[in-house]
């Protein structure tokens, strides 16, 4: 076996502020000062960096700011904060990680330093690690024994890594490197890493060529069908229609990197950059850009040609009109729709539609199986189409056009079928307020856990749009054309930084990991309930905030998601994210069922110092009254879709339980609506004693009936389940740390968190 080209060195240096620019033999390509920690609680799971286009993510539980330094810092910086993983309950993070997803590079090495220090119970051992298939597999590379570093910030305590010749780390979106830490023996115990920094060697050259950004006129056109071309003499292109090119002039183009070229061609005459701004446009120009990274294998052509609008003769139709699937008798599909355009018509044009699909010139209203359209001439008119039967049986037909002699027909198709929930699932479920969310619960409880990689196989099955391409909560649009599509595993997460979007789609977790201290060995982590597909830099940006309503964002997606200060209701002003309109329903249904499919956790969630001021544990049904009326709100203004009915099948087919409030929605008002609230309501008192726990943990309760106690570790998993006669528990063999008991009785259910 060739052996592993790697070196490591544990520097002292007595001085040491190095700056980019006197890097003779280096070149920084991603640094992290940390200097801009949040204003309260833990670091994100995923940091940008500060420097270059590389992302930081980690798995730990406690990861705080504490003072940094300017060792290894950048010339010119002060010091700031500091990256300090802690030891946490039970020393939990002992065996956790910080990974770097590095930028690509062709050739040569990767140089990783970063300054560090440790309490005296904290970490003692650093471990260096590398992965060439995106985490799967990681292979160790050193080992650092850093028990005898102070609790100071010591030039002598610089860590500088030089990995080079390793296997897949060349032009691999899947190389990964991380740091394992170890050795905790206190919750509070810790260390910190600060400026950390990765450098190329000198030969690095950059891979990226393409471009972030291309306003025509001042119209961004990179999100034009096929206006990436493989051949620029034989590929055609796409296309932009302007009514009026009398005031249509400029261009500005911005590469994803700095170090890119970018030439641009105006019907094959080359440009000067600064002709670019003032540049006219006629109609029949064709635009040529070509992006070269430093590496000359490396090149993206975008081509793009300007046509002036025009009227077409007679009746002209296109945008095509995918299989509608199954719909349940009596309810109505999502929404497609195609484009029609006029011209030269003397009568109206007359749309009729086949038995069980519906359609209309508005989006959201006014559905009707025909229509009619007075204009005389007009371009590319949205008709959206519906389908809507009421038979169990295949439909196929057609919507056809007709003005006078004329008549054109777009073919559609669906299928009408009974329910996608199976017979009885639901039987016996029938109360109010708490009494049927505990029936829910006791429904939905088990199921069967997925794997992490599972879920990209399920979102091929549960999260298609009707053309096959992935349906992106933060990116799909519904009654207009979306900003980007991904194709199912092409565009799938590759581990690597973004910085715009519509380059990959990964794994969002509507109710954020890090809000119950996640592990990716609790069941929450792989509940596809509350995991969708979703845009990586959205996702990225919504970061671990609650959802709300914005009215000024501070940042604004593609699709309308909005990041900025709550405005819904008068109690909290916190950061929050609001996704497009036609998700807020999905989103708020699988925080329902979260809800309900963990109630005996809620009590601990409360406490988790990475959770906004949105629950109270101590009380039901645990979320606060403002974010539950935006909720409920949210439930009733968008309704269950049949992409949510599909999906709930297709998770059902996999996990085994269901998320009863897209099956029933009036259920979720019977459950928590305050006019229910008081319903069901639990009337046995239970204490239990002693808290913190001994040997044994002894329940008083006014029942001469048998317990069913269940008790769930912090990371919820189940390590006790038993029936209880003699109201006593044995707990003195229980490891230390935080459970979550849930006792069961005579139809009601009561939740007390125990510490020990």
């Known amino acids: 076996m060739k052996q592993l080209n790697l070196t490591l060195k544990i520097v002292a240096v007595l001085a040491f502020n190095l700056s980019v620019a006197t890097c003779i033999h280096s070149q920084a390509i991603a640094y992290w000062n940390f200097n801009n920690p949040p204003s309260e609680g833990n670091w994100s799971s995923s940091l940008s960096a500060d420097l270059g286009t590389a992302l930081l993510t980690h798995n730990f539980d406690n990861v705080v700011s504490f003072g940094g330094t300017m060792i290894n810092g950048l010339e010119g910086e002060q010091a700031g904060g500091s990256f300090c993983p802690q030891g946490g309950s039970g020393s939990i993070n002992n065996g956790r990680w910080l990974a770097i997803s590095p930028p690509l ?9 970063y300054a560090g220090r440790r309490t005296g119970t904290g970490f003692t051992s650093q471990r260096i690690e590398y992965s060439s298939n995106g985490g799967q597999d990681w292979a160790t590379l050193k080992t650092i024994d850093i028990s005898a570093w102070e609790n100071a910030w010591k030039s002598g305590q610089l860590v500088e890594v030089v990995v080079s010749d390793l296997p897949g780390m060349h032009n691999n979106p899947d190389f990964l490197l991380r740091i394992v830490v170890d050795g905790a023996s206190s919750t509070s115990g810790n260390c910190r890493f600060d400026n950390l920094r990765l450098e190329a060697a000198e030969g690095f050259i950059s891979t990226e060529s393409r471009l972030k950004s291309w ?8 999100g034009l069908s096929g206006i990436e071309v493989a051949d620029a003499q034989t590929d055609p292109g796409a296309v932009l229609e302007l009514e009026d090119f009398s005031t249509f002039a400029g261009t500005a183009l911005t590469a994803l990197s700095s170090e890119s070229q970018i030439d641009f061609q105006l019907n094959g005459l080359y440009l000067e950059p600064s002709e670019l701004e003032l540049v006219s446009f006629v109609d029949g120009d064709v635009l040529q850009v070509t992006v070269s990274a430093e590496a000359p294998q490396y090149k993206t052509v975008y081509k793009l040609v ?17 299989p509608f699937r199954e719909v349940e008798a009596g309810k109505v599909s999502d929404v497609q729709f195609y484009y029609l355009s006029g011209g030269g018509l003397t009568e109206d044009i007359v749309l009729q539609a086949s038995e069980g699909f519906l359609i209309s010139l508005d989006c959201d209203a006014n559905y009707q199986a025909s229509l009619q359209i007075s204009d005389r001439e007009f371009n590319n008119m949205p008709v959206y189409v519906r389908f809507a039967p009421n038979e169990l049986k295949d439909y196929k037909g057609s919507i056809i056009h007709r003005t006078g002699e004329l008549e054109t027909v777009i073919n559609i198709s669906g299928k009408g079928i009974s329910s996608f929930v199976p017979d009885n699932y639901y039987l016996g479920i029938d109360g109010k307020g708490k009494e049927l969310m505990l029936q829910l619960h006791q429904l939905i409880n088990e199921h069967t856990v997925l794997s992490y990689g599972d879920i990209w196989t399920l979102f091929g099955d549960a999260d298609l749009k009707f053309n096959g391409k992935i349906w992106d909560v933060y990116g799909t649009l519904e009654c207009e054309e979306s900003p980007y599509e991904y194709t199912l595993y092409t565009d799938q997460d590759k581990g690597v930084d973004v910085t715009e979007e519509g380059r990959f789609y990964n794994r969002e977790h509507s109710w954020p990991v890090s809000w119950w201290r996640g592990s990716d060995t609790d069941t929450m982590y792989t509940d596809v309930h509350h995991i969708f597909p979703s845009d990586k830099l959205v996702n990225s940006m919504r970061s671990n905030f609650s959802f709300g309503e914005v009215e000024l964002p501070q940042w604004l997606s593609l699709n309308g998601s909005r990041l900025g200060t709550n405005v819904y209701g008068s109690v909290f002003d916190g950061m929050v994210f609001e996704p497009q309109d036609s998700y807020k329903g999905d989103l708020a249904r699988a925080w329902f069922y979260m809800l309900t499919r963990y109630m005996h ?28 009326e935006m909720l409920i709100q949210w439930h009733h203004d968008d309704p269950v879709s049949q992409k949510e009915a599909l999906r709930n099948r297709e998770i059902y087919s996999l996990q085994g339980n269901r998320n009863p409030y897209i099956d029933n929605p009036e259920w979720l008002d019977r459950v928590f609506d305050s006019a229910s609230a008081t319903e069901g309501m639990w009337q046995t008192s239970l204490r239990a004693h002693p808290i913190p726990l001994q040997e044994w943990l002894y329940l008083d309760i006014n029942l001469s009936s048998p317990l069913m106690v269940d008790v769930f570790d912090s990371l919820g998993r189940k390590v006790y389940s038993q029936e209880v006669s ?27 968190k125990l510490v020990k």
């Open 105 to 113: 590079i062709p050739s040569g090495s990767y140089t990783l330093s």
């Open 215 to 222: 306003l025509v006129g001042g119209v961004e056109v990179l």
């Open 726 to 752: 003699d109201k006593r528990v044995y707990t003195g063999a229980w490891p230390s740390g935080i459970y979550i008991m849930l006792v069961r009785f005579q139809g009601e259910q009561q939740t007390i």
């Open 601 to 628: 956790r809620s009590p601990s969630w409360s406490t988790q110092g990475m959770i906004p001021d949105i629950l109270d544990g101590s009380s039901w049904p645990a979320l606060k009254p403002w974010i539950l």
């Open 306 to 322: 300007l046509r002036q609008a025009s009227f077409v003769e007679g009746i002209q139709l296109s945008r095509q009109l995918y």
